[in-house]
């Protein structure tokens, strides 16, 4: 960092570092006047900096006046630290600076988030930083009996919140900083959001200069009023980030209001079922910037589905009895918490989700009952459900889909149907040739009667070339991804969504789109899926037609032919109404945005994995049709004849393909995702406003505990905001 370390406290430096690592993770470097006039930041310290204090009042005493330096007031003064991240990049939004002891970090979430909902500000640069570590802090934290010294010859394990031994806090320093986004911006750009800032409390004891009161009422009330704005049932929390200190009185009093708020009305059954950790044992106790380091542990304890430990907790309690929570002691836990988003989801979409599951399980049971009696379809049938399943994912569905809830739900409409209707139009037209294509290749069969192969020729030869050209289209389409996949990896953070757009979804897609403005009503997407369906441009429907195509010349009955067409309905049917309906729910809710690289990574493993399903169907179509034709002979050929038998475990392979495929994208995903964020960022061409005097050198024992957001947290946190109309009360309970 390009700097004049000279200007800045050691806490105002920390809160810079900080500062820089979470605008890299979040990737907003703003250039144009419009954004930064809507970027603020809100930093704040609990004491300052007392080297600054101490060193100058001996150098006063010492040489008088002339020995102050003219930098002294300026790396005094606790907004600096808000002051000199705005001049350092140009941020001309909010900005402020709160100093309230140990709640400084929280308060500055909490308000710069309200800030956010005020319209204030698009994005926040937000937390807390302190540099407390000196003799004279020490000697005045000392005095107040507030230091931990029981455990001086071990200092690891002096920091010990919760435990029976616990005697004071260890000081720690540094800073945490996260940036805070509003939902619509976090989107458009295509943020990353690790959670959402749902709610936030304060509060005073009103009791004493620095004794908590012993019944823990003023935590309690703060975080009773954080719930009360999320909208969150006590039963409802996860897990608690305690500040507990490591002080005998504090402890006990913060565990006793986190019990009385979680045990009281609508909360948990027992406290072993209370979740709650102190990060302080492995930090110390950063004062003024505990409650943002804090809130990035809690943040990212969600994102990874992980409890942060309590480390130094050996028997929780003094006195015992009260300890009885898990206080998730010295080794971290992993938590597949409950998304509080899932329980928000509106009934209309859990309702709709909940049919199509139903009908599913009664076509899968009736199917049961049939193949029963013809167990070699068996097979081909569990095919056709999982081609209906892929081919929901294709891009025409999504995209179409997509862009109709938004526009219905714009039209304060709360359409969760969007995504049946335009699947059942699309297994109109599959159902209706898969009949035409049966009958007809029976039809055949039956009148040239001895020469039976006539219409297994024909039908074969029609699903071959069509599979097959399709393969070469899809080719094509995996190409276009590749190509535009490598555009947004090498284009700067946030401008993901200006090079992203949609690639595949048939030759009928483009044309198509323009009749979406026709449809103010879900049932209207019916049409527009037939039409959809007319382009047979995707090799799950081709599949589905060689399949009936098969069956037929194999002298098998309509009636279980009609099975496979019905089977692939169910499957698409299902993924495109849930899809629909999980639509409406993101885009009438705070909790996700859309991410075009995750997109465009997906749409690549689907083309892949079409391209697979073409080529190995048609190729097998096609080795038959010329050995039915040419009769061929020998080892190769004798195989190919064997393998047009086993059609079963032909697609039971393509199956464990799909399968394969599938389960390694996702585990592959992530790893490749830090990896290349990690790449963009690095290669992000971000140019600092130019400072006067600026000077290179090192950041003097920096300490970085950046992230990119959170005080009541619901998972998957960027951090954004939802706007809202305004609220009374206040701020932070991320105890």
């Not at 495109?576 to 465009?600: E, K, V």
């Amino acid at each position: 960092m390009v700097i004049d370390e000279r200007r800045m406290a050691r806490f105002t430096q920390y809160a810079m570092v900080a500062s820089e690592e979470a605008l890299n993770d979040s990737g907003w470097f703003p250039k144009k006047d419009e954004d930064l006039e809507s970027t603020g930041v809100y930093m704040g310290s609990g004491i300052g900096s007392l080297d600054d204090v101490y060193d100058t009042t001996v150098a006063y005493e010492k040489g008088g006046y002339r020995k102050v330096s003219p930098l002294f007031v300026p790396r005094l003064l606790i907004n600096l630290a808000a002051g000199h991240i705005s001049m350092r990049y140009g941020f001309k939004g909010p900005n402020h600076a709160a100093s309230t002891a140990c709640t400084t970090g929280a308060h500055s979430i909490g308000d710069a988030s309200r800030f956010i909902q005020f319209g204030d500000a698009d994005i926040m640069v937000a937390g807390g930083a302190e540099s407390c570590i000196h003799p004279l802090a020490i000697s005045g934290f000392a005095r107040a009996r507030s230091l931990a010294t029981a455990f001086n010859n071990c200092p690891t394990e002096s920091s010990r919140p919760f435990d029976s031994t616990r005697d004071g806090f260890v000081i720690g320093e540094g800073a945490g900083v996260m940036v805070l986004e509003e939902l619509e911006h976090a989107k458009k750009r295509g943020a990353q959001i690790y959670a959402e800032v749902a709610g936030y409390g304060l509060s005073s004891d009103a009791y004493h200069m620095t004794a908590p009161r012993e019944d823990g009422q003023g935590p309690r009330l703060a975080m009773k009023n954080a719930l009360r704005h999320a909208g969150i049932k006590p039963s409802d929390v996860d897990y608690v980030n305690a500040h507990a200190t490591g002080t005998l009185l504090g402890d006990a009093a913060e565990n006793r209001a986190i019990k009385d708020l979680l045990l009281g009305k609508d909360g948990k059954t027992a406290a072993s079922k209370i979740n709650i950790s102190s990060t302080k044992g492995a930090t110390g106790h950063l004062l003024g910037a505990a409650g943002s380091v804090e809130a990035i542990f809690t943040i990212l304890g969600m994102h990874h589905n992980t409890l942060p430990p309590t480390l130094n907790l050996d028997n929780p309690g003094n006195p015992p009895e009260d300890f009885d929570c898990n206080y998730v002691a010295k080794t971290a836990q992993q938590q597949d918490v409950t998304i509080p988003y899932l329980r928000r989801l509106p009934i209309s979409a859990i309702a709709i989700i909940v049919a199509l599951i139903a009908a599913n399980l009664v076509v899968w049971a009736a199917v049961g009952i049939v193949l029963h009696w013809h167990t070699p379809l068996i097979s081909t049938a569990i095919l056709s459900y999982t081609l209906g399943l892929r081919h929901a994912l294709d891009a025409d569905h999504i995209s179409a889909i997509d862009l109709m809830t938004r526009r219905l739900i714009a039209a304060d409409q709360r359409p969760v149907t969007v995504g049946m209707f335009f699947s059942l139009g699309h297994s109109t037209v599959v159902i209706a040739t898969s009949l035409v294509v049966a009958g007809t290749a029976a039809a055949v069969s039956d009148k040239f009667d001895n020469f039976e192969r006539i219409g297994g020729i024909i039908g074969t030869s029609i699903s071959a070339a069509f599979l097959l050209l399709l393969g070469i289209m899809n080719i094509y389409i995996l190409y276009k991804l590749i190509v535009q996949i490598k555009k947004m990896i090498a284009s700067e953070p946030g401008s993901e969504h200006e090079q992203f757009k949609i690639q595949g979804g048939g030759c009928l897609f483009p044309i198509l789109q323009k009749l979406f403005k026709l449809v103010d009503r879900p049932w209207k997407m019916y049409p527009l899926g037939v039409l959809f369906g007319l382009g047979f441009d995707t090799s799950s429907e081709i599949a589905i037609l060689g399949i009936s195509s098969i069956q037929a010349t194999k002298g098998t009955s309509i009636w279980l032919i009609l099975i496979f067409p019905l089977l692939f309905t169910a499957g698409m049917c299902l993924l495109d109404t849930t899809d629909g309906a999980l639509m409406m729910s993101l885009y009438t809710s705070t909790q996700m945005a859309r991410d075009p690289i995750a997109i465009c990574y997906y749409s690549i493993v689907l083309t892949v994995i079409t391209v697979i399903v073409a080529t190995i169907i048609g190729t097998v179509q096609f080795l038959n049709l010329v050995l039915n034709v040419a009769e061929p002979h020998g080892k190769f050929w004798d195989g190919v004849e064997k393998l047009g038998e086993a059609w079963d475990i032909v697609g039971g392979a393509i199956c464990g393909t799909f399968i394969i495929f599938g389960g390694l994208s996702v585990v592959l995903y992530k790893p490749w995702r830090r990896r290349i964020d990690k790449k963009r960022v690095s290669n992000a061409c971000f140019e600092p406003l130019s400072q006067d005097q600026d000077i290179s050198g090192p950041n003097q024992e920096a300490s970085r505990n950046a992230a990119s957001p959170s005080i009541t947290y619901a998972k998957d946190a960027n951090v954004y905001v939802k706007p809202d109309d305004a609220v009374d009360g206040a701020g932070p309970a991320n105890q």
